[in-house]
């Protein structure tokens, strides 16, 4: 405890906003910022939309025709497609954290190329479902 | 204080030990969420037509006479709400430098995530 109370640490604040976009991230930090994006977006929209729909669709099948009935309409698949984007991208790039937590392909290709596998999976799945939400089939 | 705490002559490492358990928790969850994802996915790809009793069944099916269907759902999303926690705490002491203002984050994180579990539990279990 003899120095918890020490001389102020130096900062370094030389992030900028105005430059956030300048910034060359390299693939695993990309996947790595949208996994805190796509979590924050799941957290924000949880009692918002998510439980709203989930209600609606296991209460009575009045609510579920209801649903039926809201999700005819493209805005609302879109916002379902999103939801289902941030989903499949946490869900695939947490699975690739627990993989790394494992020290496997920790090296840097391997890292890069997993990164890369994330990005590929989460937006295949979620064209896959896109396709199955708008009709396709 | 142990010795086995002080680095040197001068350093003492203190701090809560939340770190590691948050740590672990995360992980755990995160695994029954995902195996529960798995579940629900192919429960619904083999439920047969796609219609509201077999969707509702994927949640309140039973076992035995025992919920299971609910008791799973329930655990997910239980996982869900502390998973969510540990997640959104570190989003926000990564970015939110005040005492104050963190503080206040962290109290409407916790009253979010409860009332949610609650919203949650209220569907699921009046079914």
């Given amino acids: 405890m003899s120095d918890s109370v020490s001389k102020p640490r130096p900062q370094f604040r030389n992030l900028s906003i105005a430059r956030l976009m300048g910034y060359r991230l390299p693939l695993a930090g990309k996947a790595s910022i949208m996994h805190r994006v796509?979590?924050?977006?799941?957290?924000l929209?949880?009692?918002?939309?998510?439980l709203p729909l989930f209600a609606a669709s296991v209460t009575s099948p009045e609510s579920y025709?209801?649903?039926?009935?809201?999700?005819?309409?493209?805005?609302?698949k879109l916002v379902v497609l999103v939801l289902i984007w941030g989903y499949l991208h946490h869900f695939c790039a947490g699975i690739r954290y627990l993989v790394l937590d494992l020290h496997i392909g920790m090296d840097k290709v391997s890292a890069q190329k997993s990164a890369g596998?994330?990005?590929?999976?989460?937006?295949?799945?979620?064209?896959?479902?896109?396709?199955?939400?708008?009709?396709?089939w | 204080m142990t010795t086995q705490?002080?680095?040197g002559t001068h350093r003492l490492v203190v701090g809560a030990h939340y770190g590691t358990r948050d740590f672990i928790v995360q992980r755990i969850t995160a695994i029954i969420m995902a195996v529960y994802t798995l579940v629900l996915f192919f429960g619904f790809l083999f439920s047969g037509e796609?219609?509201?009793?077999?969707?509702?069944?994927?949640?309140?099916f039973t076992v035995l006479g025992a919920p299971v269907g609910q008791l799973l759902a329930t655990l997910a999303f239980v996982s869900l709400a502390w998973h969510a926690w540990i997640g959104v705490r570190?989003?926000?002491?990564?970015?939110?430098?005040g005492a104050g203002l963190r503080l206040?984050?962290?109290?409407?994180?916790?009253?979010?995530l409860v009332a949610a579990v609650v919203f949650f539990a209220k569907i699921l279990w009046s079914l």
């Avoid at chain 1, 929209?45 to 998510?50: D, N």
């Avoid at chain 1, 596998?117 to 396709?136: C, D, E, I, N, Q």
């Avoid at chain 2, 206040?104 to 979010?112: C, D, Q």
């Fill in chain 2, 50 to 60: 796609v219609n509201f009793e077999n969707w509702r069944n994927l949640f309140t």
């Fill in chain 1, 45 to 50: 929209c949880l009692p918002l939309v998510i």
């Fill in chain 2, 104 to 112: 206040a984050l962290h109290a409407l994180t916790i009253l979010w």
């Fill in chain 2, 90 to 97: 570190d989003i926000w002491m990564d970015y939110v430098t």
């Fill in chain 1, 38 to 43: 796509s979590g924050a977006l799941l957290f």
């Fill in chain 2, 5 to 7: 705490e002080r680095i």
């Fill in chain 1, 117 to 136: 596998v994330v990005f590929g999976v989460s937006l295949a799945l979620t064209v896959v479902f896109g396709l199955k939400l708008f009709g396709a």
């Fill in chain 1, 65 to 76: 025709a209801g649903l039926r009935e809201w999700a005819s309409n493209p805005v609302c």
